[in-house]
């Protein structure tokens, strides 16, 4: 399984996006995330604007809500044209469970967010409370402030959440380089930001990744 190339617009005006968009990003682009900045500058019409564009991609709308609030608000986010949105992981069975009832019964997807401090892993009883709530989806995120931001337990943690059975999608500071500590893992995606959205020659960024993900997954 190769991965898929996600990459997330934390951009703040529907203009500005879509002019990215068309400069060649989308077509490289498996995945099209509208960040939180955008969603809060623009409101659920920048991801209407978005999958009007391009309604082929995978639209998802990066709100990190938490999992109760997804029962109240999710729907006028799918509503307005996202595929899938980012929340926010809890220990909470409850609310966990509600949560992926809602993802459920839209046709939709919740990517749940892993938050872990730096070389912590997740408890037994944390993922087997996931796997009992019907999650599917999870995203590791390095935390790290400093150089070298990605190491050996970062990897190891990201390997516990592909053997508890969830697709497991991987995003913080990375880079061509750094991908390689996951070379021929079953990853999911790799989410990229502004390392592309932000550089002066998105494509020729992009370009890399491609290469790095033909040379190390199959």
């Known amino acids: 399984m190769k991965p898929l190339l996600h990459i997330a617009f ?3 005006t529907i203009q500005q996006t879509i002019q990215l968009l068309h400069s060649g990003i989308a077509d490289a682009a498996d995945v099209v995330e509208c960040g939180g900045p955008l969603i809060f500058n623009e409101g659920v019409r920048a991801i209407t604007a978005i ?4 309604p082929q991609k995978e639209i998802v709308a990066d709100i990190k809500m938490i999992p109760l609030l997804t029962t109240f608000n999710a729907q006028q986010f799918f509503d307005a ?3 899938s949105m980012i929340i926010f992981g809890t220990a909470s069975l409850r609310d966990m469970t509600a949560a992926m009832r809602v993802a459920e019964n839209a046709k939709k997807k919740f990517y749940v967010f892993v938050d872990l401090e730096p070389d912590t892993f997740p408890s037994q009883e944390l993922l087997a409370l996931y796997q009992k709530a019907g999650v599917k989806h999870v995203i590791y995120h390095t935390v790290r402030k400093s150089a070298p931001y990605w190491m050996d337990s970062d990897v190891k943690c990201v390997r ?3 053997d508890a059975g969830f697709h497991v999608s991987v995003t913080g500071k990375l880079t061509p380089e750094t991908i390689r ?9 790799f989410i990229l ?3 592309v959205v932000e550089a002066a020659d998105p494509i020729a960024v992009l370009e890399q990744y491609r290469v790095f993900l033909d040379q190390n997954f199959s």
């Open 160 to 162: 516990m959440l592909l």
């Open 10 to 12: 934390d951009t703040y």
């Open 181 to 189: 500590l996951f070379a021929g893992m079953p990853l999911y995606s």
């Open 81 to 83: 044209g996202a595929d």
């Open 51 to 54: 999958k009007k564009e391009y």
């Open 193 to 195: 930001g502004t390392s």
